[in-house]
């Protein structure tokens, strides 16, 4: 969503806003209506719900925030709210929830749908923050579509035949340098303007950052095959303790979903492992294992973004690295597209003014950062967004996969995991001092 659709007429608002809804509601119907109902209710990993669960909730937040809060409307079923909040059942014991089937959860996510695009309607987008520039609606459009990525993750970990089918990602080009130098300095991190920026993502706040170098693509699957070659696995002295101790706990070896004959599993296609593509589906000790073993280090948040959105001649930050309109099929690979990263050098319209390449879509980046609130941080609209998940747990990720939609992603979005996370579509680049 632009800072432009705040000038636009609220009939331009409200129109923009029932066509994103239509847009989250086709990707999440669309990777439910791919399988069948005992594979929507059965649970594909205990680090993922069941389908059916991730569908039912979508609808549950959409009542809780558009039709109860918003809309001020009678709740549409009060008696399953418990089920599918988030917070009271981990994703390992929601098989065991009296969820919705998934006739009974079609039904309710369109109800609920339709009740919301009425409180659209006929609800002022203007004099309550909640509503102000449609945040409310942004907020739930932004949920369904991270529950999106969520269900393309339990696709990639489901067993059988495959469902989902995409074309081929455009070819990459290589770099004509393989890292770009930044000379440091202040530049405006987070945001106060994007009308649907989340909390964790504000306020803007000046950060000073010593000059370095960072990575032009993200790391590829041959560059990444190449410390596995190394012995990089076996090696004690690239990885932290913690690091050690997971890599040898879960017998890590590889990426996940990779095998020794050199190919990989990608929703259910055994396919050669394309070398230019970032590589996809590592940890944070992972990430951090690699870039010690490249003489490099991840980048920090801050370093992350200043090379993301930084304009040197303007002095200005940027909403995306190639400038402030919304992100089109040329600037990158997201929304899920092809269901797969692109070779690095595949979206030349998407560098940054600092010349660094791929920074939004195609994989999520580590950062060595963790999850820390900006100074001036205000929760909004409720603590369990981003504030009770601040503190040394997350590592923070940067940029969107080819899986996270445009509208769920900006230069100054912020998304966290803990480090031995790999079932999401994770991948980084290095970077290091001067
Ligand atoms: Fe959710």
């Not at 847009?23 to 059965?42: C, E, I, K, Q």
């Not at 942004?138 to 059988?160: D, F, K, N, P, S």
């Not at 992972?286 to 090379?307: F, H, I, N, S, V």
């Not at 900006?410 to 980084?428: E, K, L, M, V």
């Amino acid at each position: 969503m632009t800072i432009d659709a705040l000038r636009h007429s609220p009939e331009q608002l409200r129109a923009r806003i029932a066509a994103e809804l239509e847009r989250a509601r086709n990707r999440s119907t669309g990777l439910t209506d791919a399988v069948d109902g005992d594979d929507l209710v059965r649970q594909h990993s205990p680090l993922m719900s069941p389908l059916v669960w991730d569908y039912a909730h979508i609808g549950s937040q959409e009542e809780l925030w558009l039709v109860r809060d918003v809309g001020g409307r009678e709740p549409v079923r009060p008696d399953i709210d418990n089920i599918y909040d988030a917070f009271q059942t981990k994703r390992a014991d929601r098989p065991s929830l009296p969820m919705l089937n998934p006739d009974e959860a079609r039904v309710y996510v369109s109800t609920v749908r339709d009740k919301a695009l009425d409180v659209l309607e006929h609800t002022p987008l203007e004099g309550r923050r909640l509503v102000e520039a449609g945040f409310a609606f942004g907020m739930i459009v932004q949920h369904e579509q991270q529950h999106v990525e969520t269900m393309l993750a339990t696709h990639q970990l489901r067993q059988g035949p495959a469902v989902l089918d995409a074309p081929a990602p455009p070819p990459g080009a290589p770099a004509a340098e393989t890292e770009v130098y930044v000379p440091g300095g202040m530049f405006l991190m987070g945001t106060d303007l994007d009308p649907w920026a989340l909390d964790n993502e504000r306020p803007a706040h000046a950060v000073g950052v010593e000059p370095y170098w960072i990575d032009t693509d993200p790391v590829t699957n041959a560059q990444y095959a190449q410390f596995i070659a190394d012995g990089g696995y076996a090696d004690r002295r690239w990885w932290t303790p913690e690091g050690w101790a997971h890599r040898s706990n879960a017998e890590l070896t590889a990426p996940q979903f990779w095998h020794d004959d050199g190919t990989r599993t990608r929703f259910g296609h055994v396919e050669p492992i394309p070398p230019d593509e970032p590589v996809q589906h590592v940890c944070w000790y992972e990430a951090d294992a690699y870039a010690r073993w490249a003489g490099k280090r991840l980048p920090t948040e801050a370093e992350w973004e200043m090379a993301a959105r930084y304009d040197p001649e303007s002095g200005r930050s940027l909403r995306y690295p190639w400038g402030d309109e919304d992100p089109t099929d040329e600037h990158a690979n997201l929304g899920g597209r092809y269901l797969q990263p692109a070779p690095v050098g595949a979206f030349p319209k998407g560098t940054s003014p600092l010349g660094v390449r791929g920074l939004v879509g195609d994989v999520w980046e580590w950062t060595s950062s963790d999850f820390t609130p900006y100074p001036g941080f205000a929760m909004f609209p409720y603590p369990e967004y981003s504030e009770v998940f601040f503190g040394p747990d997350y590592k923070i990720l940067r940029g969107g996969s080819w899986a996270a939609d445009p509208a769920a992603v900006r230069a100054t979005f912020r998304n966290w995991d803990y480090p031995i996370r790999r079932q999401i579509f994770s991948g980084f680049r290095c970077a290091r001092d001067v």
